[in-house]
């Protein structure tokens, strides 16, 4: 947003100041332009001025000689101009205009009682230096301006585009869009509202599929029951069959339940200890003869959601690696302010193109819908879930020399 942000101001300013420069451009290059009437009005006052006391200032008159003999040639232009001149001034004297030999500028020749006065001109080729100055000064304080109102302007129009950023940036593992103030400008507050109204109506879609699931699992028990009780009054070589079907559906219910209860039911990160919750949930699926090794482990504690919610994730991964990776090694290792646990275990691994759906509810990577291990196909999704709130990250992979690697990454 910082690069459109940017972007914007400079083309404000890129554009305002090529505008400026091409007006300054313009009134420079008519100042430039020599202007005859302009010229002749301060060379008329002098000729007027100098002919009323010409006879009593022979040194003058000996100066001006020596000036008439540089004349070059003659500026009708320029000579025109100061005739018109003197004669509206009330002087009626012949004057001619020549350029200067070898040097820039003029000089006027007047004759004044027999005798030729030399009246140079003065320089202008061009605006004083004090133009130029104060030009550059005048151009600095518009480019200030120009930049800093540019600036303004643009962060204005990009609001609603960094709320929207920021909007999205904040969207929690519940896919809810945190409340955002409806202050600022028109554009701003429009934007918000919107955000808001899209978030609560995220909020309420997600509330009422959760509870429908969470409906339809609790639904499922009454007849699944009556399955089960029918069940029991089949032969033998069939009742196991389906008592084992009965069973899984169940399973799958009750773990539909858990997640809905997971999404809505959390409370404050406390402290945890999670080197003895880890330790503790090992030498609990170890009893239940679940194949699971502790290797390292470092004393943590750090901020997490409720230990039950967390003990709840470490065994949906710790059972993962036991069941459909033949066994698993964890390790905690504290990094400074992150700790990582990490699972490895002795399976085949998952295919890579389809690790990327491993956290979705009901996924399974059995080729052709084949279930060899009982499960609802949740744990992951749930334990991803529970990791995510508390502010952790969950990231499976191939391990190099085989097996699947399920690390988990914690902030305190």
Do not use: C
Not at 208 to 215: D, I, K
Not at 244 to 251: A, F, M, V
Not at 256 to 277: F, M, N, T, Y
Request: net charge negative; aromatic share 4%; proline share 6%.
């Amino acid at each position: 947003m910082k690069s459109l942000r940017f972007r914007i101001a400079a083309i404000l300013i890129g554009a305002i100041v090529v505008v400026v420069l091409v007006a300054t451009t313009a009134v420079i290059f008519v100042l430039d332009q020599p202007d005859p009437d302009r010229m002749v009005v301060p060379v008329a006052s002098q000729i007027v001025a100098i002919s009323g006391f010409f006879y009593e200032n022979t040194d003058t008159a000996n100066q001006v000689a020596v000036e008439a003999d540089e004349m070059g040639p003659l500026r009708p232009d320029l000579t025109n101009a100061l005739q018109a001149r003197l004669t509206h001034s009330g002087v009626d004297l012949p004057v001619t205009v020549h350029d200067k030999i070898g040097q820039d500028g003029q000089l006027a020749l007047v004759e004044v009682s027999g005798r030729q006065l030399a009246v140079e001109f003065p320089n202008m080729d061009g605006p004083p230096p004090e133009l130029w100055i104060a030009l550059a000064y005048w151009l600095g304080l518009i480019v200030l301006g120009v930049i800093a109102v540019s600036l303004f302007m643009a962060y204005r129009v990009t609001r609603p585009f960094a709320m929207l950023e920021n909007a999205v940036n904040s969207v929690g593992s519940d896919g809810v869009i945190p409340h955002i103030p409806e202050v600022g400008s028109g554009e701003a507050r429009q934007t918000a509202s919107a955000l808001n109204r899209l978030s609560a109506r995220l909020k309420s879609a997600v509330e009422s599929r959760m509870r429908l699931v969470a409906a339809a699992g609790h639904d499922l028990r009454t007849p699944m029951t009556r399955m089960r009780i029918r069940a029991e009054f089949l032969p033998d070589e069939d009742r196991d069959s389906w008592v084992k079907d009965i069973d899984e559906l169940e399973l799958i219910a009750d773990s539909a339940i858990r997640l809905v209860r997971e999404e809505v039911s959390w409370g404050d990160h406390s402290p945890v200890e999670l080197d003895k919750l880890l330790a503790e949930t090992v030498e609990e699926l170890q009893a239940q003869h679940y194949r699971i090794a502790l290797g390292r482990l470092d004393q943590a504690i750090i901020d997490l959601l409720p230990s039950l919610a967390m003990r709840r994730a470490l065994r949906n991964l710790l059972i993962n690696a036991a069941t459909h990776g033949k066994g698993g090694i964890v390790s905690l290792t504290a990094n400074g302010p992150s700790v990582v646990i990490e699972i490895t275990d002795k399976g085949p691994g998952i295919p890579q193109d389809l690790l990327a759906r491993v956290f979705e509810p009901f996924f399974r990577a059995e080729p052709g819908r084949v279930q060899t291990i009982p499960g609802a196909g949740l744990g992951l999704a749930i334990a991803k879930e529970i990791i995510e709130r508390s502010g952790g990250q969950l990231e499976v992979r191939n391990g190099l020399s085989g097996g699947l690697v399920q690390t988990i990454t914690l902030r305190g």
